[in-house]
């Protein structure tokens, strides 16, 4: 069984945590309630595009606790790789910065501090 298992995972570079968390709560706060499913799509597809699925993990997460940042079409990401001195990277986007983050982060390893939240991260002890 364990030869099994390492014959048939792929070795990720990337994992790609989507928000898509939904409460059904009256304000819209939550990114599942916003933007968070289309970006789940629009990165699905833009993963597919770059031909990138052997590469590159993606999962839907709860709660990121960013309530009231994002706007009506935005959501949280979190973004761990491609390489381990990226650690995670947090951000608010929206559709029209997926192909970017894919392109810039993802397939280039540069980090886009313009979409970064900068107030939530995901810290290493040195």
């Not at 059904?24 to 833009?46: M, S, T, V």
């Not at 597919?48 to 960013?66: E, F, H, P, Q, W």
């Not at 790789?81 to 390893?109: C, F, L, Q, R």
Request: charged fraction near 25%.
């Amino acid at each position: 069984l364990k030869m099994f298992w390492r014959k048939t995972m792929p070795n990720y570079k990337t994992h790609l945590l989507v928000c898509t968390h939904s409460s059904g709560a009256p304000d819209k706060r939550h990114c599942g309630d916003k933007g968070g499913l289309e970006l789940r799509k629009q990165f699905d597809l833009a993963l597919t595009k770059y031909d990138l699925r052997d590469d590159v993990t993606i999962s839907n997460v709860g709660c990121t606790s960013a309530h009231g940042v994002c706007n009506t079409a935005q959501g949280n990401i979190i973004i761990y790789g491609p390489s381990a001195d990226m650690g995670g990277t947090w951000y608010t986007v929206g559709p029209d910065d997926v192909e970017k983050v894919v392109t810039n982060h993802i397939m280039n390893g540069e980090k886009l501090t313009e979409l970064e939240y900068q107030d939530k991260a995901v810290d290493f002890p040195n």
